[in-house]
């Protein structure tokens, strides 16, 4: 009995790249990805306050404006 190629060589691409990343988040721990979540926020905090004091700025310098 022949083996019939049916889907192709591209589900075989897909499963070979879905194996090697899941090989390597499986050495990733808990500890290690809650330190790169807590960076990534910590940025994300002094980037959005950075731009709430912008805006408070501006919002208190137009209404000296005004008045």
Known sequence: ????NVGGEMPAVFNTALSIFS??????????VQAGVTLAASIIACISGIFAIR?????TKSKKKRA
């Open 1 to 4: 009995m022949d083996n019939v």
């Open 23 to 32: 090989a390597s988040f499986s050495l990733l721990t808990i500890q290690q």
């Open 55 to 59: 805006y408070y700025y501006y919002a």
